[in-house]
C-alpha cells in the first residue's frame, strides 16, 4: 500500500536528475517519489541530455511512458508507487532496479561539491534550510566549504547571502543597514515564505546581533527603505536607561510606530541595537563626501517626517544626529541663557551652571551647526563675566585701559557674536536679553574710562607706566633695537583687543611663534591718540609724537627717525600674479642692515566701510598678509611688534543712535554744542585734530555720519585701547625685560562653572594667599587650600584630604627619588599644578593650569610632561591628557598608592 508523499519542488528534481547523470547510470530511467502532480510532462534539458519527466500514477502510466521514450531519451517517472506496486516488468528498466527518493540533504551534499558529512546543527535547523538551499541555489552552484563537512554557518551564510544580495563578509548589523537603502534587493527576501524568512531573520540575529529583528521586520512590512530613519527614532522611544520625563508620550509614540515593524514590538535590547547601527551608518555616511551626506540628509529629514506622523516630535532634542534634535537642544539652551540672565548685579552661579550643562548637551549633537555652537559658547562665557562681581571704578587711566586688554576686551570678543545672534527667535530673544545686560554693564566701564580719558588728557598728566601710541618706538621698538635684534613692526589698521586675541590665539597656536609680554606679566595695552582716527593716531604711532596726516606725513616722520628703516603701506605689499609679497617687501625683510621694517595692514579697517567686522574671526587666515609676513619674518634674531592705531566699534542696527554734528566724522564732532550724557568734552596736547578740542561719544551705538559696518574716532575703550602683541620665533628669554607671556584669556572664559562657585572680577596677586573657596579661584598658597570633601573610599583607610595629598606628595621618600636633579620642577610649582587639579575634580585645562601656576602659556605642555614623568612610577600614569589635547586628569587613588600616602 503506497504511502501519501507531498510535490517534489521542480528544483528538487532537477538536482536529483543532475546526481543521477553524473553516477553514469546505464538505465534509461529513473523513478522517483513524489506526488504525480502538475502538468503532464515537462522536458528538461541537462548537459545537452533531453530528460522527459512523466507523472506516473499507475503501473500503466509508468508502462506507457516506457514504451513512448525515444531514443537517445531519459525518462523521470514521478509515483507515489511502491516497487511492488510497480511491479517487476517495470523496476527492469528503472536506474537500481526501484523507486528512488528525492532526500533534500543528499541535494544539499550534492550541491556543496559532494561533501562527505553534514553538520548535524545543520539538520536540526530544520527540513526548510535543504528545501530552501535547492530552491534558491546560484546558477554558478553554492560555494565549496573549506573542508570535508557542510557546516550550519557555512550553508546559512551562503542562503542569506544569495537571497539578500549581500557578500558573506556584509552579514552585519553595518552591512544589513547599507542594504536596507536598497529597495530593490529587500524585494526577494519579502516574497519569500514565512518559514524561510523566520530562518535567516534568526540567522542575522546571530551575525548582526538584535538590531536584525526588527530591521527584517519592517523589510518583511514593507517598511525596509525606512529602517534607518526608525532605528533612529527606536532609540527615542525605546531608551537604554530607565528614567523618562515623558514616558507616556514615548509609550504613545511605540504604540504608533508598532506597525511599521508589521506589529512586531520590538524589545529594548533589539530597540538599542537598531538605534546604535541606525546612527553608526548615518555618521559614516555623512562624512563619505557630498553625496553620502546628501543620502543622510534625506533619511535623517525622512525620520523627522515619521515622528511627525506618529506625533513624537517633542522627544527629537534626546536625538544626537536628528536636526531638529539640534533646535531642540539649542531652544532648551536659550531657555536656560534666559533664566540665568539677571535682572541687576550678578548672575547666579546655579543659573549659569545650568546654562553650562545645556551647552554641552547641544555640543554633543552630531548635527551641530558650528557657527550657532560658538555663538552659544559665547553666551556662556558672557554668563560666567556676568557671575563675577563687577568691582569699584578703576582708579586710573591705566587701570581703565588694563581692563580693558585683560577683561573687558574679551567680553568685547564675545558680545560681538552673540550680538550678530540666531536665526532662531526664541534664541535670538535670549541672545537679546543677555547682550542688554552686558552691555549696561560694558557701558558703565565705557563711561569710566572716557571720564578718566577726559581727565587725564586735560590735565597733561605725564603717561608714568601708561604707554601711549606716541610713545611705542621710543619704549617698545627702540630698546628692542638696541639689543642687537631686527625688529618687524605690524601696524594693524583698526585692530581693537577682541580682534587682537583672536590674532594672538592664530598666530601662537603652533608654537612657531611665542608672546612676550614685559617681564613675563599680563598683557597690557596702549592709549591711541584723539580722535582715535587714521590720521591722528597712526602717524602719530610712525612719528613718535603726537601728529596728524596722512601717507606722506608717516612716510617722512618715520625716515627721519630711522634713517634705514622700510615703511611699508598697503600698495607697497600687493605683489604680481603668483607672489603673495612684493619682491622688494622680501628683499627688505632678509637685508640684515634693515633693522626696523614697519608694514601697515588695512585688513581689519577696509572690512568696518565693505565687510561685517562684528563676525569675522580675525586670524592669520582671514588677515593673509600677517601670515605671509611672518613667514618671511621668522628669522631666530627678529622680534614681531604688533601694534594698531586704534580700534573700532561696530554698527548697531535699529539700536544706533544719530546725534547732530556740524562736521562729517562719524564718532567725534568739534565742541559746537556741550557734549550729552553719550559724551566726553575732551582737550589737551594728545588730541591732534579739532583745534585740541574735541567731543567724543563714548557709548558704542552713537555716530554722527553715514551709516556703516564699524566706526571709530570716539572715546569707547575699544576703540582708544591698542593692542600690543610681541613674538619671538626663538629663546623667549633674549629680549631684555620681556619674558614668555602666561595665559592671557580670564578664568570666566575658559572654565565653566558649578553652583558653588564665585569667581573674583581680576585674578588675585601672585603673592596674596588666601583660602581656596571654588573651582575658579586662584590660590597659590600650598597649605591654605580648605579640605576637599571626599566620598568614603572602598579602602578601609580614608583618602587624604588635598593639602595632607600634597604635602604628604613633597615629603615622600619615593617622590625625593624620583627628582631629576638636571630638570628639577620646584616644589612650589608641582603643588601649585596638583592643587588647581585637585580642586577642579582632579582634572583642569591646560591653560587654566598654566594660569594657576604661574608658567608662561608656551612652556605648560613641557611642564606637564615633566610632571608625569615624575609622578608616573612603574609605567602607571597618574596624569593623562584627555583626547581633545587641552584637559588634564589626575589618578589621585593612583598617587595616593604609588607614593605610599595613606595615613598610617
Not at 327 to 341: G, K, M, S, T
Request: with cysteine; glycine share 8%.
Amino acid at each position: 500500500m503506497s504511502v501519501p508523499v507531498g510535490v517534489a519542488p521542480p528544483d528538487a528534481i532537477r538536482r536529483k536528475v543532475e546526481a543521477w547523470l553524473a553516477e553514469d547510470d546505464p538505465a534509461d530511467a529513473i523513478a522517483l517519489t513524489a506526488r504525480p502532480d502538475g502538468p503532464a510532462e515537462t522536458v528538461l534539458s541537462i548537459n545537452g541530455c533531453r530528460v522527459r519527466v512523466v507523472p506516473c500514477p499507475t503501473p500503466l502510466a509508468a508502462r506507457a511512458a516506457l514504451h513512448d521514450r525515444a531514443d537517445g531519451e531519459r525518462l523521470v517517472l514521478l509515483t507515489e508507487l511502491t516497487d511492488s506496486e510497480l511491479g517487476d516488468g517495470v523496476l527492469a528498466h528503472l536506474s537500481k532496479q526501484t523507486v528512488r527518493k528525492i532526500d533534500p540533504w543528499d541535494l544539499v551534499r550534492q550541491m556543496f561539491g559532494g561533501v562527505g558529512a553534514l553538520d548535524p546543527t545543520l539538520v536540526r535547523v530544520g527540513r526548510w534550510v535543504a528545501n530552501a538551499l535547492t530552491d534558491h541555489a546560484p546558477a554558478d552552484g553554492w560555494p565549496a566549504p573549506p573542508g570535508a563537512i557542510l557546516t550550519r554557518d557555512h550553508a546559512l551564510r551562503s542562503l542569506t547571502s544569495e537571497l539578500l544580495d549581500l557578500p558573506p563578509a556584509e552579514l552585519d548589523d553595518s552591512g544589513l543597514v547599507q542594504w536596507s537603502t536598497d529597495a530593490r534587493r529587500q524585494l526577494r527576501f519579502t516574497q519569500l515564505p514565512e518559514a524561510v524568512a523566520d530562518g535567516i531573520t534568526a540567522y542575522l540575529t546571530g551575525t548582526a546581533g538584535h538590531a536584525a529583528v526588527p530591521m527584517m521586520a519592517a523589510v518583511r512590512a514593507g517598511n525596509g527603505v525606512d529602517v534607518i530613519p526608525l532605528g533612529l527614532l527606536a532609540g527615542l522611544l525605546w531608551p537604554a536607561g530607565s528614567e523618562r520625563a515623558a514616558e507616556v508620550e514615548a509609550a504613545v509614540g511605540r504604540t504608533r510606530l508598532e506597525p511599521r515593524f508589521g506589529g512586531l514590538r520590538p524589545s529594548p535590547q533589539q530597540a538599542e541595537s537598531l538605534h546604535q547601527a541606525a546612527e553608526a551608518w548615518v555618521y559614516r555616511t555623512l562624512e563619505s563626501g557630498d553625496n553620502g551626506r546628501d543620502e543622510a540628509m534625506r533619511l535623517l529629514r525622512r525620520a523627522e517626517a515619521i515622528a511627525a506622523e506618529v506625533e513624537i516630535t517633542a522627544l527629537l532634542s534626546a536625538s544626537t544626529v536628528l536636526p531638529s534634535g539640534f533646535v531642540q537642544r539649542l531652544r532648551a539652551f536659550a531657555d536656560a541663557v534666559r533664566l540665568a540672565v539677571p535682572a541687576g548685579g550678578s548672575a547666579f552661579s546655579a543659573a549659569v551652571a545650568r546654562a553650562q550643562w545645556a551647552l554641552a548637551r547641544m555640543e554633543e549633537h552630531r548635527a551641530a551647526e558650528p557657527r550657532r555652537v560658538e555663538t552659544a559658547r559665547m553666551a556662556v562665557r558672557l554668563l560666567r563675566w556676568l557671575h563675577t562681581t563687577d568691582g569699584p571704578p578703576p582708579a586710573t587711566l591705566l587701570d581703565a585701559l588694563h581692563r580693558q586688554v585683560r577683561q573687558d576686551g574679551w567680553v568685547d570678543r564675545a558680545r560681538l557674536d552673540v550680538f550678530a545672534g540666531d536665526p532662531d527667535a526664541q534664541v535670538a530673544e535670549a541672545y537679546r536679553l543677555l547682550h542688554r545686560a552686558v552691555d549696561a554693564r560694558r557701558s558703565r566701564h565705557d563711561q569710566q574710562f572716557a571720564t578718566l580719558l577726559a581727565a587725564a588728557t586735560s590735565a597733561e598728566t605725564e603717561p608714568g607706566a601708561l604707554l601711549r601710541v606716541e610713545d611705542v618706538l621710543d619704549r617698545v621698538v627702540q630698546p628692542i633695537l638696541d639689543t642687537g635684534r631686527r625688529v618687524l613692526l605690524l601696524v594693524m589698521d583698526g585692530m581693537g583687543v577682541a580682534a587682537a586675541t583672536e590674532l594672538a590665539e592664530s598666530v601662537t597656536r603652533t608654537g612657531a611663534w611665542v608672546e612676550l609680554t614685559p617681564d613675563g606679566g599680563p598683557r597690557t595695552g596702549v592709549l591711541a591718540a584723539l580722535p582715535t582716527v587714521t590720521e591722528a593716531s597712526r602717524c602719530s604711532l610712525l612719528s613718535g609724537r603726537i601728529a596728524a596726516g596722512g601717507q606722506q606725513a608717516e612716510r617722512k616722520a618715520f625716515r627721519q627717525r630711522f634713517a634705514a628703516g622700510r615703511l611699508l603701506h598697503k600698495s607697497a605689499l600687493r605683489a604680481g600674479a603668483g607672489a603673495a609679497l612684493d619682491p622688494d617687501v622680501l628683499a627688505a625683510l632678509d637685508d640684515k642692515s634693515i633693522r626696523l621694517v614697519a608694514a601697515v595692514v588695512n585688513t581689519i579697517d577696509d572690512a568696518l566701510d565693505r565687510s561685517d567686522p562684528g563676525t569675522t574671526v580675525w586670524g592669520d587666515d582671514t588677515i593673509t598678509a600677517v601670515a605671509d609676513l611672518l613667514t618671511s619674518a621668522s628669522d631666530p634674531d627678529r622680534v614681531v611688534v604688533i601694534v594698531s592705531d586704534h580700534g573700532h566699534v561696530v554698527d548697531r542696527g535699529p539700536e544706533s543712535v544719530t546725534l547732530p554734528s556740524a562736521s562729517n566724522e562719524n564718532r567725534w564732532r568739534p565742541p559746537t554744542d556741550p557734549p550729552s550724557d553719550a559724551e566726553v568734552a575732551v582737550a589737551g596736547s594728545r588730541v591732534a585734530l579739532g583745534g585740541g578740542s574735541v567731543v567724543l561719544p563714548w557709548r558704542e551705538e552713537v555716530r554722527y555720519g553715514p551709516r556703516k559696518a564699524g566706526y571709530h574716532g570716539g572715546a569707547a575703550p575699544a576703540e582708544a585701547v591698542i593692542p600690543l602683541l610681541v613674538l619671538i620665533a626663538g629663546d623667549d628669554s633674549a629680549v631684555p625685560g620681556w619674558a614668555g607671556a602666561p595665559v592671557a584669556s580670564p578664568d570666566w572664559w575658559r572654565e565653566p562653572l558649578t553652583e558653588s562657585t564665585s569667581l573674583p572680577a581680576e585674578p588675585p596677586p601672585a603673592t596674596r594667599r588666601r583660602p581656596r573657596k571654588s573651582v575658579e579661584h586662584q590660590t597659590d598658597g600650598l597649605f591654605d587650600l580648605t579640605p576637599a570633601v571626599v566620598a568614603p573610599a572602598a579602602a578601609p583607610q580614608p583618602v587624604p584630604t588635598a593639602p595632607d595629598a600634597v604635602a604628604a606628595l613633597l615629603s615622600s621618600e619615593r617622590y625625593a627619588q624620583r627628582r631629576d636633579p638636571r630638570l628639577p620642577l620646584a616644589d612650589e610649582r608641582v603643588a601649585a599644578l596638583l592643587n588647581t587639579l585637585i580642586a577642579g575634580g582632579d582634572r583642569a585645562t591646560l591653560d587654566t593650569l598654566a594660569a594657576r601656576s604661574g608658567v608662561p602659556a608656551h612652556r605648560i605642555n613641557g611642564t606637564i610632561t615633566a610632571l608625569r614623568r615624575l609622578l608616573q612610577v612603574e609605567g602607571y600614569p597618574v596624569l593623562t591628557l584627555d583626547a581633545d589635547g587641552r584637559t588634564v586628569h589626575l589618578n589621585r587613588a593612583l598617587l595616593i598608592e604609588q607614593f605610599e600616602l595613606e595615613p598610617r
